[in-house]
């Protein structure tokens, strides 16, 4: 895919919005893309605490205000869009698994159905990628208190987006950074969730190499 020229929607939580960087503006993932290919624009739909799937009562709280319910505000004129999400849905607890059958939004394999099948029908013939989380700090902790580990969202991620033959970057797998190891923690995320300046500049680098190969 050549990049240049080129609008992108970023859908996602507090790793796309800007969360751990010294610039929001400047600093995430998807801006320095934007600068080092030349983009028109990195339109940022990042909210940060949200999810993939719905919660059970939705509120106007910004953590209530899922991916499914926040696609259809962007933009449609994008040439591509990527999806950066899974880490709430695992790591608040609230949010069901479910199984590669369900078509329910409240589970995350029927969320992210109900959110690809979405993304092909607005955006038919372009570009549209996910992006798994990476691994968290305290992941064996939250494993002991949650039925499901992060890696089954991650592999229901993979799932669903081989059934619609999207491409997933597969960052949970090779992003180079663990919450739990400490001498990446320090270097990449000092909070064990959120990437700071170096880390987002390993995203867009993995998300360039990636789109350059579509």
Sequence with gaps: MELKGKKINFLGDSITEGHGTSDWATRPYHQLLKESVGL??????????????R?????DHQFDQ?????????DKDADAVVV?????????????LG???????????????????????EYVGK?????????????????SEISNPLQS????????????????????????????MWAWCEKYMPDGLHPNDEGH????????KFLENL
């Design 40 to 53: 028109a624009e990195a339109r940022n739909y990042g909210s940060g605490g949200t999810k993939i799937a």
């Design 55 to 59: 919660l059970p009562v939705v509120t």
């Design 66 to 74: 899922d991916f499914n319910l926040r696609a259809p505000s962007m």
């Design 84 to 96: 950066f999400g899974g880490t709430n849905d695992y790591g608040h607890g609230t949010i069901p």
């Design 99 to 121: 199984t590669i059958e369900d078509r329910d939004v409240h589970s995350f394999f029927g969320g992210l159905h109900t959110l690809c099948q979405y993304l092909i029908k």
């Design 127 to 143: 570009t549209i990628v996910f992006m798994t989380p990476i691994h968290r700090l305290q992941e064996a902790k939250l494993e």
């Design 153 to 180: 969202f991650v592999e229901a991620i993979r799932q669903v987006c081989e059934y619609y033959s999207i491409p997933v970057l597969d960052l949970y797998k090779e992003s180079g950074m663990h919450g739990n």
């Design 201 to 208: 500049k390993i995203i867009a680098h993995k998300l360039q």
